[in-house]
T-cell receptor, first 112, second 115 residues
Framework: DQQVKQNSPSLSVQEGRISILNCDYT??????FLWYKKYPAEGPTFLIS?????DKNEDGRFTVFLNKSAKHLSLHIVPSQPGDSAVYFC???????????FGTGTSLTVIP | DAGITQSPRHKVTETGTPVTLRCHQT?????MYWYRQDPGHGLRLIHY???????DKGEVSDGYSVSRSKTEDFLLTLESATSSQTSVYFC??????????????FGPGTRLTVT
């Protein structure tokens, strides 16, 4: 049973525009959420995170929004750049953080 | 850079042969993880370790075993490889943030092909 879902397998955006990647979760016990970026032939790299006590976290061009009532989070990239083209994974954990639950990923293509 | 290396980076093996993948970390992290990544499935946890000789199963542990005899090394073994185990395998460690939460950092991956 997939506890973290990314329902859009792919997304294409023009360079300079906003990219919005979405993620839904089912377990209300999750209290920490993470986004990872993955280039081909490399391991996932940590991008940004948010705890359940916040509804927004920004880091440069990247902002993550959390809507706990809807069990939904989104990653906004503004402005999008060709180097942002990668697969993005959403992940969640709870409490002691022994395990992390990943979505299936969204492949972002930023068109120059 | 969390100081994680994986070996080998690529391997081709035949069905029925044993295979061992190695993950090595240099920063004394207590928790280590093995994931597999497959199209349409994302990252799925195979096994994880919370200390030397302490391991637990993940969601896709069938056909895999692990061992951790030293803090820095976490081994994943396929006792008798099958074609369904063709995948990219990632090792990860867990690190604590300044806010008291935990994040994972990944190695570069091992691409395994079982023919």
């Amino acid at each position: 049973d997939q506890q973290v879902k990314q329902n859009s397998p792919s997304l294409s955006v023009q360079e300079g525009r906003i990219s919005i990647l979405n993620c839904d979760y089912t377990n209300s016990m999750f209290d920490y959420f993470l986004w990872y970026k993955k280039y081909p032939a490399e391991g996932p790299t940590f991008l940004i995170s948010i705890s359940s006590i916040k509804d927004k976290n920004e880091d440069g061009r990247f902002t993550v929004f959390l809507n706990k009532s809807a069990k939904h989070l989104s990653l906004h990239i503004v402005p999008s750049q060709p180097g942002d083209s990668a697969v993005y994974f959403c992940a969640a954990s709870r409490g002691t953080g022994n395990q992390f639950y990943f979505g299936t990923g969204t492949s972002l293509t930023v068109i120059p | 850079d969390a100081g994680i290396t994986q070996s080998p980076r690529h391997k081709v093996t035949e069905t029925g042969t044993p295979v061992t993948l190695r993950c090595h970390q240099t920063e004394n992290h207590r928790y280590m993880y093995w994931y597999r990544q497959d199209p349409g499935h994302g990252l799925r946890l195979i096994h994880y370790s919370y200390g030397v000789k302490d391991t637990d199963k993940g969601e896709v542990s069938d056909g895999y075993s692990v061992s951790r005899s030293k803090t820095e090394d976490f081994l994943l073994t396929l006792e008798s490889a099958t074609s369904s185990q063709t995948s990219v395998y990632f090792c990860a460690i867990r690190d604590r943030t300044s806010g008291g939460y935990y994040e994972q950092y990944f190695g570069p991956g091992t691409r395994l092909t079982v023919t």
